[in-house]
């Protein structure tokens, strides 16, 4: 079934970024505690955050965006909602195109 291929291929896309954000805030809090060294990556991580914005090193694995870092990370929650109810219910009758990382495989699969 496509629609299955196309959500496994969505989940990939979201496990990537959420490694990256648990990894680089991980390792931005040991970094702070003077556990490890910061990093020129977790410099601009904190950077970011600071600014209130999304850190490159989640860009360069996420989805295109212009928002916030708070609004990302609500959009990031309902896109993962979205998938979430996809695994437990089934393929959307309706779907969020714009939820996924790479909508044209739902379109053309």
């Known amino acids: 079934d496509s629609s299955i291929t196309?959500?496994?291929?969505?989940?990939?896309?979201?496990?990537?970024?959420?490694g990256?954000?648990?990894?680089?805030s991980a390792a931005l809090v040991r970094a702070l505690n003077g556990e490890i060294v910061m990093s020129a990556e977790l410099d601009g991580v904190r950077s970011a955050m600071a600014l209130g914005a999304v850190p490159?090193?989640?860009?360069?694995?996420?989805?295109?965006t212009t928002r916030?870092?708070?609004?990302?990370l609500d959009d990031l929650q309902e896109r993962l909602a979205m998938l979430d109810a996809w695994v437990d219910v089934g393929p959307p009758d309706v779907c969020w195109l714009g939820g996924l990382m790479f909508p044209h495989a739902f379109i053309t699969g």
Do not use: C, D, M, Q
């Open 6 to 18: 196309v959500l496994i291929h969505e989940l990939g896309r979201f496990n990537r970024l959420i």
């Open 20 to 24: 990256a954000v648990r990894r680089t």
């Open 56 to 64: 490159e090193a989640w860009r360069k694995v996420s989805y295109p």
């Open 68 to 72: 916030g870092l708070a609004s990302y």
